[in-house]
């Protein structure tokens, strides 16, 4: 038997990107989707799928067993919305839940992992395969951000790791100094259109993993969708963490952001 | 000649009530009043009135000396969304902005009131008058917060803080646990709004004061709005700040919760 590896697979076009890389090292993907969350043509990609509604963990552990699986990643997110809503916990999900002091979004992950590897299971970072997508240290727009947007983003990097590291959210949108938008369970989206609209034009937009990220789920994603959302408010300036953000569709994501006039930074700092 | 005091007055219903308040106390109230921001029927309760764009501080100085007045009261915010656009400010107000490290809410009015000062004025607590707006501590309704409930307000009131410390809002809405709905420009009932619709019903919301608060300006407020729009998305409990928070309406405010079976509490924590 190959080497295998069990995907979790959340919402969005990361699962996809995932199997392919995987497939391209020689793995078969042994896939568990979540119904209403991840998109239906995962299943032309993945060696094997069974589809389960967001809450059931037992099912799940019983999938991967069956299948022999040892290796497994957390893969696109779970709407944080739907947490309060659409969810079947089962009985072992619902054991844990009971266990957790805060359902913080990362405590509750860290809890479905834990689990996981006392079922025996291996859980790897989801950028395994894709080390590629983690973004580069640099301006990678022709427009590079003003003076004045650099304090924005100084000052916005500080408010987003605050925010993150009571594990709020990873995004915050920002003008003159002044935060104008803070991410909680809306998503980013929804974050940049509020703020963006808030601020009029030039808003600057900072997304950062948070302090004590586990980078075994949800690390800090960009797209070109990100960018249609900055252009629709006339946001200017898109501040992400260099190595530890990941970046999907990136050449389209900087053309649309150079035809918009939008700079995008991938930082390091401390 | 009598005592007089000059009111630099916001938004809202808080500069009528202030002006009642004070002229029962004796007091004339000469208002400087915002366009596009103060209740225009402000003017059939002060002595004088003079209107101005947000921002025209040296015009606002300039006023309250011809008038000779020495106290000063701040009452009514400015909508924050405002200081992105509708702003004129003067060469006075410009110096000053040019100033300030950090454009942030606090920060700003603490220059302006600092900046009064230094012109020979003394800056008032707006709750000069009306102490009795100020919130006992106590259940205000019928209903009390669930056990659940208590949970949530806890840990919101924690989170809360924090984000009032870094001076970003003074309001979240959080359900089981998880920051649902953070407040930064859009204020406190858009964030009612948004967070509430993501909760689904049941959401928990807390407006305290920063820990830094100036009382002499932006105390957190609430009245029977506040309870019309947690109505609105179904929203359950209200918890806000003992002795160091307004509320306006008390009376219809309290009976309307009643009506929807929502409680409000307001505590008293260090």
Redesign the interface.
């Known amino acids: 038997m190959g080497k295998r590896i069990g995907l979790i697979a959340g919402n969005g076009q990361f699962p996809i990107i995932f199997t392919k890389a995987a497939r391209k090292e020689g793995y078969e993907v042994i896939a568990v989707a979540h119904i209403g969350e991840t998109e239906p043509s995962l299943e032309n990609y993945v060696n094997e799928i069974e589809w389960i509604r967001v809450g059931q963990l037992g099912r799940l552990i019983k999938f991967f067993k069956k299948k022999n699986i040892k290796e497994l990643v957390f893969v696109g997110g779970i709407k944080?919305?739907k947490?309060?809503?659409n969810i079947f916990p089962d009985l072992k999900a619902l054991t844990l839940l009971a266990r957790l002091?805060?359902?913080?979004?990362d405590a509750a992950l860290r809890a479905v992992a834990d689990e996981l590897e006392r079922e025996g299971f291996i859980v790897c970072p989801s950028t395994l395969f894709v080390p590629s997508l983690l973004a580069e240290e640099g301006c990678l727009t022709n427009r590079k951000p003003t003076k004045e947007e650099k304090k924005d983003i100084e000052?916005g990097w500080q408010?987003a790791k605050?925010?993150g590291k009571?594990d709020?959210?990873q995004c915050?949108v920002v003008?003159?100094?002044?935060?104008?938008?803070?991410?909680?369970?809306?998503g980013t989206d929804e974050t940049i259109k509020?703020?963006g609209r808030?601020?009029?034009e030039g808003a600057v937009v900072v997304k950062v993993s948070k302090p004590n990220q586990d980078l075994r789920f949800d690390v800090p994603a960009v797209g070109k969708g990100t960018i249609e959302t900055m252009m629709h408010v006339k946001a200017k300036v898109l501040a992400i963490e260099a190595k530890r953000t990941l970046i999907f569709d990136k050449e389209r994501m900087v053309s649309l952001a150079n035809e918009a006039d939008i700079s995008i930074v991938s930082l390091k700092k401390s």
């Open positions: 944080k919305k947490l309060f809503s002091r805060h359902k913080h979004d000052f408010m605050a925010i009571l709020i959210g915050v003008k003159r100094q002044v935060v104008v938008a803070v991410e909680a369970v809306e509020r703020g808030l601020a009029k």
